[in-house]
Each structure stands twice: as C-alpha cells, then as structure tokens.
C-alpha cells in the first residue's frame, strides 16, 4: 500500500533514478569493460582536441575570405542598336566579347555588364564564394564528427 503511493507520487524525477537502479544488469556490463574504456576514452579525448583544432584553422579561412559573389563570368557576342550592321544578318559579326557576370537574386536572374578590366575583380569574388560554400561543408561534416565525439563522452561521464 505504502509503497504503491510513493511510487505514484514520485514523479518523473524519481522514475529516472529508479531506472538506474533497476537496470543494474545492464550498467554492470559497462563497468566491466571500464579498462578497456580507460584507452578509448584517451583516444575519444585526442580524437576531441583534433576536432576543435581543425575547425578553428576552417574558421580562420573563413574570417580570411575577400569578398565574395555568387554567379559565373561569361563572355557575350552582342548585336548592336544600328538595323543595317553586319551584326544583324551573321551571328559571326556580332560584337564582342563583352563580359557580364550573372546571378541570381530572389530567382530573379542579373546580367551585370563588365568592362574588361573590372573582369578579374568579379572572377576573384566567384571564387570565394566558391570556397566558402566548400568550408562551409567542411564545417559541417566536421561538426556532424565532432558532435558525435563530444556524445560519446558525455555519455560514458553518465556511466560514472
Ligand atoms: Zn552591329
């Protein structure tokens, strides 16, 4: 009777205690391989510090990036304004090379017209933009790793 009532009145923070103590079975299997965790935990504490150690220098490049511009450089042969040119009837008379940039904004797509010259600035932000799509995957995947590491200790604290 008596302990019928405390069971209901304990709750939810009782109930994980108890289920502590009535899966010793279970946890006594843990203790046993303790030794062997003694050398997996040293390996999961190196594994820890390379993890952190490789995502701060990924985020170092990150802080190290220029400027960056999503889209691509192509080069355009253009037909001119004047009805009677060349360029009109044969498509080898177009003029050009003209250069633009394109991207896209709000799935609206931009033809950013380039002078020569301004070419190579636009080339330099794709390519960063590049490279922090590809860090940022990196980063990623590194956390995916990392947070399963930084798990696994967590959890074999829980055992102690
Ligand atoms: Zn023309």
New binding site residues.
């Given amino acids: 009777m008596e302990r019928g009532e405390k069971h209901s009145e304990g709750g939810a923070e009782a109930g994980v205690e108890r289920g502590c103590g009535s899966g010793h079975g279970y946890y006594g299997n843990i203790y046993r391989r303790s030794v062997m965790k003694a050398t997996s935990k040293a390996r999961l504490a190196a594994l820890i510090l390379s993890d952190a150690q490789r995502f701060a220098s990924l985020k170092q490049e990150i802080v190290q990036l220029d400027y960056f511009c999503k889209g691509t450089v192509l080069k355009r042969m253009?037909?001119?304004?004047?009805k009677q040119?060349?360029?009109?009837r044969d498509p080898a008379?177009?003029?050009g090379p003209y250069l633009e940039c394109t991207y896209k904004v709000h799935n609206k797509t931009i033809n950013l017209k380039l002078y020569p010259e301004v070419a190579p600035l636009y080339r330099a932000a794709i390519q960063q933009y590049r490279k922090l799509k590809s860090l940022l995957g990196r980063l990623e995947r590194l956390s995916r790793t990392a947070l399963a590491h930084r798990a696994k200790q967590v959890q074999s604290k829980r055992t102690n």
Avoid: F, L
């Fill in positions: 253009m037909k001119c304004g004047h040119c060349a360029c009109h008379k177009r003029h």
